[in-house]
């Protein structure tokens, strides 16, 4: 009651500062197999302003606090590791300025994806970075999140201009501007992207715009096995044609999406790809990545252009891990989340398919093709140590071999506390610069202590 008291000092507000068993549980976890921490407490800022008061008194006392959005991160981000206060920002939920001159909006931390789209859809624009979550802005910074568009338009950090964020001690600093581009300084807007919590707490972001493109087709190609998918994704990668979005969807995962949408879809390797541009540009390249498809040996292909099919397209693609999850019940998921260059992502998929199946556990295979960014998906026991252990085991031979071809062990997921010595593998030489970076910014280990680089030991 101690804490909460002193909480309330900062934020007088007792529907906004709580220790309720229900929403400690809340903010105990996140989407993945990664072991459940309550935090001591729950604060939900509603300004800046609230946010600097906490972090300063935070500072002061070393209460550990971890920044929370939607909490539908996957390597134990948003997990209180060293208990604390849970800081959840959804509340910061304003569109603060919509500039569609300019191609820019400023948004709050706790803006929702879907509610900036649907803002900025009335002027013709819209912000295309899509992890599949309706997540929040600030937390998909954070994390540098990307997903499914970013083989056109990139990830969070090719698209955040500027942002406001809170320092440990307090301090608000804006690092951007509005400018298309700068070469002014350090990139320090850069650096707090994918940061996760741990330099500081995103408030606000100035974000990139696109327009909306006048034509938009998407594309199910289904494939005799995944060596065929994955080669006509490179091929379509190097085409120049207008692709938005490129998928490869396993025979395993197909099957489970059909299972849990209703759908029946050939269950085979497949390619969910999109194509968008002007009306006359999109119907000759539909046509053009047919027959590149077709080269490749493509056994089905279905185009629509109806918004409403296109919908139930991606809606399938973005289920996948709740289809996994409906078709295993009493287990947690764990994602693997490599990224190779994409003209080895062939070789790697076909090498991660005899890997899984070696190690005896039910795995399913997705990617961002486009990217070169793809995921063995498994569906695990908690409880039962000789899984863990094969999934670890799976998830170190799929790291080793992306760091052997040039690539990294986390495309879009993130270090977390889950990757750490992954980290380690890729950057060992970097990782004192690192440690430097992070004792500069928060020299008293309070934020999101235990995650990406050290615990708050390892910094003194």
């Known amino acids: 009651m101690e804490l909460r008291a002193d909480l309330l000092r900062l934020?007088?507000?007792?529907?906004?500062?709580?220790?309720?068993?229900?929403?400690?549980?809340?903010?105990?976890?996140?989407?993945?197999?990664?072991?459940?921490?309550?935090?001591?407490?729950?604060?939900?800022?509603?300004?800046?302003?609230?946010?600097?008061?906490?972090?300063?008194?935070?500072?002061?006392?070393?209460?550990?606090?971890?920044?929370?959005?939607?909490?539908?991160?996957l390597e134990g981000h948003v997990?209180?590791?060293?208990?604390?206060?849970?800081?959840?920002?959804?509340?910061?939920?304003?569109?603060?300025?919509?500039?569609?001159?300019?191609?820019?909006?400023?948004?709050?931390?706790?803006?929702?994806?879907?509610?900036?789209?649907?803002?900025?859809g009335e002027h013709g624009l819209q912000f295309p970075v899509d992890p599949g979550a309706?997540?929040?802005?600030?937390?998909?910074?954070?994390?540098?999140?990307?997903?499914?568009?970013?083989?056109?338009?990139?990830?969070?950090?090719?698209?955040?201009?500027?942002?406001?964020?809170?320092?440990?001690?307090g301090r608000v600093v804006r690092a951007g501007s509005r400018a298309a581009k700068t070469s002014a300084g350090y990139d320090l807007r850069s650096l707090f992207v994918g940061s996760e919590g741990t330099l500081g707490v995103i408030t606000e972001l100035t974000l990139r715009l696109h327009g909306i493109p006048e034509a938009v087709v998407g594309v199910r190609a289904a494939f005799a096995d995944l060596d065929a998918a994955c080669a006509a994704a490179v091929a379509l990668v190097g085409s120049g044609l207008s692709v938005a979005r490129l998928e490869l969807l396993d025979a395993l995962t197909i099957a489970a999406v059909n299972a849990y949408k209703g759908m029946a879809y050939a269950e085979a390797p497949s390619?969910?790809?999109?194509?968008?541009?002007?009306?006359?540009?999109?119907?000759?390249?539909?046509?053009?990545?047919?027959?590149?498809c077709e080269g490749e040996g493509c056994l089905a292909w279905a185009a629509e252009r109806d918004p409403t099919a296109r919908a139930r397209l991606?809606?399938?693609?973005?289920?996948?891990?709740?289809?996994?999850?409906?078709?295993?019940?009493?287990?947690?998921?764990?994602?693997?989340?490599?990224?190779?260059?994409?003209?080895?992502?062939?070789?790697?998929?076909?090498?991660?398919?005899?890997?899984?199946?070696?190690?005896?556990?039910?795995?399913?295979?997705?990617?961002?093709?486009?990217?070169?960014?793809?995921?063995?998906?498994?569906?695990?026991?908690?409880?039962?140590?000789?899984?863990?252990?094969?999934?670890?085991?799976?998830?170190?031979?799929?790291v080793e071999h992306a760091l052997a071809v040039g690539g990294t062990c986390t495309g879009e997921h993130g270090i977390g506390q889950g990757k750490i010595g992954y980290l380690e593998r890729e950057h060992g030489d970097l990782l004192p610069l690192m440690r430097d970076v992070k004792r500069a910014f928060d020299p008293q280990g309070i934020l999101n202590p235990g995650k990406v680089v050290a615990s708050e030991a390892a910094l003194r």
């Open 11 to 73: 934020v007088p507000d007792e529907r906004r500062v709580t220790t309720s068993e229900s929403v400690l549980d809340q903010h105990a976890q996140d989407l993945s197999y990664h072991r459940p921490r309550r935090p001591d407490a729950v604060v939900y800022a509603k300004t800046t302003e609230e946010v600097a008061a906490l972090l300063r008194w935070a500072s002061e006392q070393g209460v550990p606090v971890v920044p929370f959005g939607a909490g539908t991160s």
């Open 314 to 398: 991606w809606e399938a693609r973005h289920h996948v891990l709740f289809a996994l999850v409906h078709g295993s019940p009493g287990k947690l998921h764990k994602s693997t989340d490599v990224c190779v260059p994409v003209s080895e992502l062939p070789g790697a998929v076909r090498r991660a398919r005899l890997l899984a199946e070696d190690s005896g556990l039910a795995a399913s295979i997705i990617a961002h093709a486009g990217d070169g960014n793809y995921h063995v998906l498994l569906m695990l026991d908690p409880a039962d140590p000789a899984e863990l252990a094969a999934a670890e085991r799976l998830n170190d031979a799929l």
């Open 134 to 169: 309706d997540a929040t802005l600030g937390g998909m910074a954070a994390t540098n999140a990307s997903g499914t568009t970013t083989v056109r338009y990139g990830g969070m950090r090719t698209n955040v201009l500027a942002l406001e964020a809170v320092l440990a001690d």
């Open 271 to 292: 390619l969910f790809l999109e194509l968008a541009g002007s009306e006359a540009g999109v119907g000759g390249d539909v046509e053009a990545a047919r027959e590149l």
């Open 79 to 120: 997990i209180p590791a060293r208990g604390g206060i849970s800081l959840d920002l959804t509340r910061m939920d304003r569109i603060v300025e919509l500039r569609p001159h300019d191609l820019l909006a400023v948004v709050q931390a706790g803006v929702l994806r879907s509610a900036l789209n649907a803002a900025a």
